[in-house]
């Protein structure tokens, strides 16, 4: 079901004295889950630049309840989190929201784990592309070619596919978002929140101070990541691939924006907009995602996940 | 009340089951794999209504645990060694996070090699994370010890997390006749969970996020006080257990023969038994010997210690752990505690890797230590390595390490 803004809560759920920097994607993230949510939510958070932006105890800058836990166990803290829910006889949605790091990195093996197990959870990859909290070091979610801490020349690594991954573990969804497309976001989060067992959506997240780039662009660059084909939107559900309607005229290369058009907006791209060949391996990376993208629409036509659709 | 042939492991098991735990999780490690396996039939025979969650390693294993207990649930996991060492990091944010928790740790050697025998070389390294840490000396205790986990983690006067050591093999796979109480007067005698907050959108409580570093250190201080006040809570929790269940184990330390005992015998863990069996033989020749079992190490039984140990001619600690490049851990406790009085003091280090110490052994290294008391009139010898038979020489040693090293 479309969501209607008008319908959308007016409740402030990101709250001054957040510490956020400007143009943040994570305090824009935050808002629209718990926008989407409500209140039936306990958020866990790893370490990250959402552990910072809470602000200072005892008060919060998220009006949520929060259990902050250590890098490596997002996953595994809401796990625990939901059993204890389940053995009361709550019904709270827990939801993980967690860095590429604490995602694909160093979260990894609780997330498969979880993912294995199909907890009863909602896992978040907000994903800013570098270990923003600790300065912009590289992740194995940085893209090809950009400019970080640990990465002077430019990463000489593609970006980990997550989302693909999770789909591989044969979860009940999987979905890729934007902050650049909130209502996107919001009704692939509502549409999760109805199903039971492991959820996971990828959160495309441009950060300003990372990316380098003007603080007010951060909803355009995502919407770039979208519109030059870099980032398709799907969603998986029940065995059933789809690409979400937002995004799905860019399957088709005559409508996309050549990828010049994001990358120029960002510093951290800066030493190889004069690169031809470099750009040309971009442009690649993006003909080779969107042939694994083709490749599990087909493959994954006849799911269940039709039926959940209608049902929703 | 039923006895029953219980190894250790399930001595552990049926605690867990008498504490009506909610959630269970952990990742199986020699020698604990048993809890796990025990914990498992119970929950899927149906006689233990708790989830499982069988998680993919002992960090994640940890934290699920602190999950369930932050969100409300009576939780527990159990480990040993590197799958201790691996949690380390969940280990200091559970106590800091004062979430009442109970996790079993049977005792195993740390690699390299690898080596699945006993030493406290695991445990030692988790003194300084704030969690009360007991040590158990046979299996009836580890039932007991568990159980009474539960009453000292929950009590808001504590309000912190609980180890129950048990050492490998010599207790986690030994059976031993176990009194298994009534689960009616378990339930009677401890109490529904208490803890300092729950995480669930009606509370709304956030924990973790970033303090002013003034109130992080008061936290410390609150988890400090937090021990000095459970010290108490553990004599009262061994009294009312003994009230119903007519067990009582002294509390913080085990006394053995330690009133009229001229050389005191301080000691943790299952070779406490061949200390004490020691203790009565040399005694049968003349030589007074009383053994102090330290059952927690953590609130560290300073007070305690002070009364038994500071009048005797000469303590002597038994260390199955070692601090590289200084002394055994609790020999260091110990000296630190009696510094002030000045009595004289051994400390030996014994044991480690598994590797066996009989009641013999500590006859020996006992006469000899009170033979180098009696020449030198005071002693006080830090660190007294009682190497594995055959060892003994230092020729021996460097043909070894030429060999192996």
Same mark, same amino acid.
């Given at each position: ?10 409740k ?37 630049c ?63 784990g979880?993912?294995e ?14 270990y ?45 978002? /934007?902050?650049? #497309? =909130? ?13 039971? !067992?492991? *959820? &996971? ?17 951060t ?7 979208v519109? /030059?084909?870099? #980032? =398709? ?13 937002? !995004?799905? *005229? &860019? ?26 060949e ?35 | 009340?039923?006895?029953?042939s ?8 049926y ?58 649930a ?18 200091w ?37 704030g ?7 046979e ?6 010890m ?20 048990l ?6 796979h ?19 969970r ?7 959108p ?6 973790g ?17 937090a ?15 003994a ?17 009229d005992?001229?050389?005191l015998?301080?000691i ?10 020691a ?19 953590r ?63 500590f ?27 055959g ?15």
């Amino acid at each position: 079901m479309a969501v209607n803004l008008k319908a959308l809560p007016d409740k402030k759920y990101i709250m001054p004295g957040n510490a956020s920097c400007p143009g943040c994607p994570e305090s824009m993230g935050l808002r629209y889950v718990k926008m989407a949510l409500g209140d039936n939510v306990v958020l866990v958070i790893p370490a990250g630049c959402s552990s910072v932006i809470q602000g200072i105890a005892p008060r919060s800058g998220i009006n949520t309840p929060i259990l902050n836990i250590v890098f490596a166990a997002g996953a595994s803290a809401a796990s625990g989190l939901k059993a204890a829910y389940e053995m009361l006889g709550k019904d709270y949605h827990v939801v993980v929201w967690a860095g590429d790091g604490g995602t694909g990195d160093i979260g990894f093996q609780a997330l498969s784990g979880a993912a294995e197990r199909d907890e009863d959870i909602i896992y978040i990859c907000v994903d800013n592309e570098a270990y923003m909290n600790t300065g912009i070091q590289r992740s194995s979610l940085t893209p090809y070619g950009a400019w970080t801490t640990t990465t002077w020349t430019g990463k000489k690594e593609h970006k980990k596919n997550v989302p693909i991954i999770l789909v591989s573990h044969g979860v009940k969804y999987v979905a890729t978002a /934007t902050v650049g #497309y =909130p209502t996107d976001f919001i009704e692939k989060l509502r549409r999760a929140s109805k199903i039971k !067992g492991f *959820r &996971y959506i990828h959160l495309l997240a441009p950060c300003p101070v990372g990316w380098r780039f003007d603080p007010s662009l951060t909803a355009r660059i995502g919407q770039l990541a979208v519109k /030059t084909g870099l #980032y =398709p939107l799907f969603e998986y559900v029940n065995g059933k691939f789809r690409l979400s309607p937002i !995004g799905r *005229r &860019y399957k088709d290369p005559k409508n996309r924006l050549p990828i010049i058009e994001y990358l120029k907006l960002q510093g951290r791209y800066k030493h190889l907009l004069d690169k031809p060949e470099e750009i040309k391996k971009i442009e690649e990376y993006i003909e080779n995602t969107w042939h694994l993208i083709d490749a599990l629409e087909k493959s994954f036509s006849k799911g269940g996940g039709e039926k959940i659709y209608k049902a929703l | 009340m039923v006895v029953r042939s219980l190894t250790g492991n399930y001595a552990v098991a049926y605690a867990v089951k008498l504490a009506r735990v909610q959630v269970v999780s952990a990742y199986p490690i020699t020698p604990q794999t048993t809890i796990v396996e025990k914990l498992s039939e119970m929950i899927e025979k149906g006689e233990l209504k708790a989830k499982m969650v069988r998680v993919e390693s002992e960090h994640s294993a940890l934290a699920t645990v602190f999950g369930a207990a932050s969100g409300g649930a009576r939780a527990f996991t159990a480990t040993s060694s590197h799958g201790l060492l691996y949690m380390h990091e969940v280990v200091w944010w559970a106590a800091g996070s004062r979430i009442p928790l109970v996790m079993a740790v049977v005792a195993r050697s740390i690699g390299p090699p690898w080596n699945i025998h006993v030493d406290h070389q695991d445990i030692f390294d988790q003194r300084d994370t704030g969690w009360i840490i007991g040590v158990a000396q046979e299996n009836q205790e580890v039932l007991d010890m568990t159980l009474q986990a539960f009453r000292i983690s929950e009590d808001p006067r504590v309000y912190l997390p609980v180890m129950v050591g048990l050492d490998g093999f010599i207790l986690s796979h030994t059976r031993a006749p176990v009194d298994v109480p009534d689960q009616d007067l378990v339930d009677e005698w401890l109490p529904p969970r208490r803890q300092p907050y729950v995480i669930s959108p009606e509370t709304n409580v956030v924990m973790g996020n970033i303090a002013p570093d003034e109130v992080h250190y008061l936290m410390r201080y609150s988890m400090h006080e937090a021990m000095e006040r459970a010290k108490r809570v553990i004599e009262e929790v061994d009294r009312s257990y003994a009230e119903v269940f007519g067990r009582s184990y002294g509390g913080l330390i085990e006394c053995y023969k330690c009133d009229d005992a001229d050389i005191l015998v301080v000691i943790t863990g299952s070779w406490s038994g061949d200390a004490k069996h020691a203790a009565d033989r040399l005694r049968s020749i003349g030589i007074n010997v009383g053994v102090a079992r330290v059952r927690f190490i953590r609130p560290w039984p300073r007070e305690r210690l002070v009364e038994i140990a500071r009048d005797k001619k000469l303590v002597i600690v038994f260390d199955r752990a070692v601090s590289m490049g200084s002394l055994g851990p609790l020999f260091m406790e110990v000296s630190s505690t009696l510094y002030p009085y000045g009595t004289s003091l051994a400390g030996v280090i014994a044991g480690l890797a598994g590797v066996d110490v009989s009641y013999e052994d500590f006859e020996r290294a006992i006469k000899t230590l009170v033979s180098k008391l009696e020449e030198q009139g005071r002693l006080y010898i830090p660190q007294f390595w009682l190497f594995p038979e055959g060892f003994e020489s230092e020729e021996k040693r460097l043909e070894v390490a030429r060999k192996w090293l």
